[in-house]
């Protein structure tokens, strides 16, 4: 078997593949601009190969698919184990292509996945796969939990190890087999996936892995042998999915963003040295480039000179630079491209008539590298292009209310509905606040997903 190492292959059927076709994928350093290096670009015909052997996996009878759910969640934590064993070259190679901040992604990227897995086996040994309920009419019927076969899952670049671990965690646990399309900008800790899932005894065909673009992305989700789509993404692409699931009755799980508000309550304790921490996780992690980020910094009148004040000077504290230098908090954004749209959206706030309070430009001091300075905008109307559009960069946009009323109205005034924070000294306020917006979850003086403990007994 040839070693992950040697990324010449794809991981499919547990083994090392040569590719079907010629086609390379190059990674660019966001950080120098020079070339990481370059992997197959997936075909039609690899996709066909990984999803042969998932299918495979799902219905041999000694396969995944017939598997209990310990053994599952036995297979599930020694993954889990080999991945702590990688930990350090995961968060080394995330950051190394997508400007992940080093010590964001030794926190979240080498850790993440391996809590996933960890909480989902443990949901597979709790849940009753199997049991019989008594019927109405006397009888009685055998109720159980099936998996819904193979998935074919597409990762993003901006956390490609968490966002895959959400999809394949809790697959895994149900007995799904998966085809794993990482994004072409982030390929290398794929390979050291493939590593640990191997080393960890994964049956042959449980997890494949073919990078590739977005035509490979859209063949993935239109083959006709896939149970399941899992996505993380635009909402264009995710609108195109969806329209592709819907003609085919495939079931599909869509994250396609958010632009999240993060209301400051007019009780909030803005010292920085307190809370100023909890305040970068919540708005500005990642170089900005986080789905659930509260971008819309939502602050009572009486206090909005005090609140842009405040996020003003954090955002000028915050050290900017290569994101494999552990001391750096905002990283380059992933790519060229990522970089001219986050400045697109600069222009567009200044020309609405929204002000400058922070940033607004590229770092004078980083002449190589695709870097924007951490920007705060002043003066923001919420119907302006910077409020309602996901930028997906260091950009936060500061908006006034006029009562809670006011601020949970602003908040749902938008097309996203992901995340969200509130903050406040007033613990019940704040969730009574949390209650009336309209969204997946909100944190209160923080947010970052946290999955409940499981139950004891």
């Given at each position: 078997?040839?070693?992950?190492?040697?990324?010449?292959?794809?991981?499919?059927?547990?083994?090392?593949?040569?590719?079907?076709?010629?086609?390379?994928?190059?990674?660019?350093?966001?950080?120098?601009?020079?070339?990481?290096?370059?992997?197959?670009?997936?075909?039609?015909?690899?996709?066909?190969?990984?999803?042969?052997?998932?299918?495979?996996?799902?219905?041999?009878?000694?396969?995944?698919?017939?598997?209990?759910?310990?053994?599952?969640?036995?297979?599930?934590?020694?993954?889990?184990?080999?991945?702590?064993?990688?930990?350090?070259?995961?968060?080394?190679?995330?950051?190394?292509?997508?400007?992940?901040?080093?010590?964001?992604?030794?926190?979240?990227?080498?850790?993440?996945?391996?809590?996933l897995l960890r909480y989902y086996?443990?949901?597979?040994?709790?849940?009753?796969?199997?049991?019989?309920?008594?019927?109405?009419?006397?009888?009685?019927?055998?109720?159980?939990?099936?998996?819904?076969?193979?998935?074919?899952?597409?990762?993003?670049?901006?956390?490609?190890?968490?966002?895959?671990?959400?999809?394949?965690?809790?697959?895994?646990?149900?007995?799904?087999?998966?085809?794993?399309?990482?994004?072409?900008?982030?390929?290398?800790?794929?390979?050291?996936?493939?590593?640990a899932v191997a080393a960890a005894?994964?049956?042959?065909?449980?997890?494949?892995?073919?990078?590739?673009?977005?035509?490979?992305?859209?063949?993935?989700?239109?083959?006709?042998?896939?149970?399941?789509?899992?996505?993380?993404?635009?909402?264009?692409?995710?609108?195109?999915?969806?329209?592709?699931?819907?003609?085919?009755?495939?079931?599909?799980?869509?994250?396609?963003?958010?632009?999240?508000?993060?209301?400051?309550?007019?009780?909030?304790?803005?010292?920085?040295?307190?809370?100023?921490?909890?305040?970068?996780?919540?708005?500005?992690?990642?170089?900005?480039?986080?789905?659930?980020?509260?971008?819309?910094?939502?602050?009572?009148?009486?206090?909005?000179?005090?609140?842009?004040?405040?996020?003003?000077?954090?955002?000028?504290?915050?050290?900017?630079?290569?994101?494999?230098?552990?001391?750096?908090?905002?990283?380059?954004?992933?790519?060229?491209?990522?970089?001219?749209?986050?400045?697109?959206?600069i222009a567009k706030g200044k020309?609405?008539?929204?002000?400058?309070?922070?940033?607004?430009?590229?770092?004078?001091?980083?002449?190589?590298?695709?870097?924007?300075?951490?920007?705060?905008?002043?003066?923001?109307?919420?119907?302006?292009?910077?409020?309602?559009?996901?930028?997906?960069?260091?950009?936060?946009?500061?908006?006034?209310?006029?009562?809670?009323?006011?601020?949970?109205?602003?908040?749902?005034?938008?097309?996203?509905?992901?995340?969200?924070?509130?903050?406040?000294?007033?613990?019940?306020?704040?969730?009574?606040?949390?209650?009336?917006?309209?969204?997946?979850?909100?944190?209160?003086?923080?947010?970052?997903?946290?999955?409940?403990?499981?139950?004891?007994?």
């Amino acid at each position: 078997m040839t070693s992950a190492t040697d990324q010449n292959t794809f991981f499919i059927g547990g083994e090392y593949r040569k590719p079907e076709g010629s086609g390379r994928i190059t990674v660019i350093s966001p950080n120098t601009e020079q070339a990481l290096g370059s992997v197959p670009d997936g075909t039609d015909a690899d996709i066909d190969a990984a999803v042969a052997a998932a299918r495979r996996a799902f219905t041999d009878a000694d396969g995944w698919g017939g598997w209990t759910a310990d053994q599952r969640a036995s297979a599930m934590e020694r993954l889990a184990d080999e991945l702590d064993k990688r930990a350090g070259d995961l968060a080394q190679a995330v950051s190394a292509q997508n400007g992940m901040p080093i010590a964001v992604a030794q926190q979240l990227e080498a850790v993440f996945p391996q809590l996933l897995l960890r909480y989902y086996a443990g949901l597979a040994r709790e849940h009753a796969f199997e049991e019989t309920r008594p019927g109405v009419l006397g009888g009685s019927t055998l109720v159980t939990s099936s998996p819904v076969g193979v998935v074919g899952a597409i990762v993003p670049w901006n956390f490609p190890q968490a966002l895959a671990a959400f999809k394949y965690a809790p697959g895994l646990a149900a007995g799904c087999t998966f085809v794993l399309k990482p994004s072409p900008e982030t390929v290398f800790d794929a390979y050291i996936f493939a590593d640990a899932v191997a080393a960890a005894g994964i049956p042959e065909g449980v997890i494949n892995i073919v990078p590739g673009g977005r035509e490979l992305g859209a063949y993935l989700v239109s083959h006709p042998d896939i149970d399941k789509v899992a996505f993380t993404g635009s909402s264009s692409a995710g609108r195109s999915i969806a329209e592709v699931c819907g003609r085919l009755l495939r079931p599909v799980t869509l994250e396609l963003g958010g632009k999240s508000a993060a209301i400051i309550l007019d009780d909030a304790d803005l010292d920085l040295a307190k809370v100023g921490e909890q305040i970068f996780g919540a708005t500005l992690l990642n170089n900005g480039q986080t789905c659930f980020l509260g971008t819309r910094i939502l602050a009572p009148r009486s206090r909005y000179d005090e609140v842009v004040e405040t996020f003003a000077g954090l955002a000028g504290s915050l050290q900017v630079g290569s994101a494999l230098e552990p001391t750096t908090q905002i990283g380059p954004m992933a790519t060229s491209r990522q970089r001219d749209r986050v400045e697109s959206y600069i222009a567009k706030g200044k020309g609405d008539g929204a002000k400058i309070a922070a940033g607004g430009g590229r770092p004078q001091a980083l002449d190589q590298g695709w870097f924007v300075e951490p920007t705060i905008f002043a003066d923001v109307d919420n119907n302006y292009a910077i409020a309602q559009e996901e930028i997906f960069g260091p950009v936060l946009s500061v908006i006034a209310y006029d009562g809670d009323d006011d601020a949970v109205a602003i908040a749902n005034a938008s097309d996203y509905g992901l995340g969200g924070s509130v903050w406040t000294s007033d613990h019940d306020h704040g969730v009574a606040v949390a209650r009336r917006v309209v969204t997946g979850s909100l944190g209160i003086n923080a947010y970052l997903p946290d999955p409940p403990l499981l139950s004891e007994g």
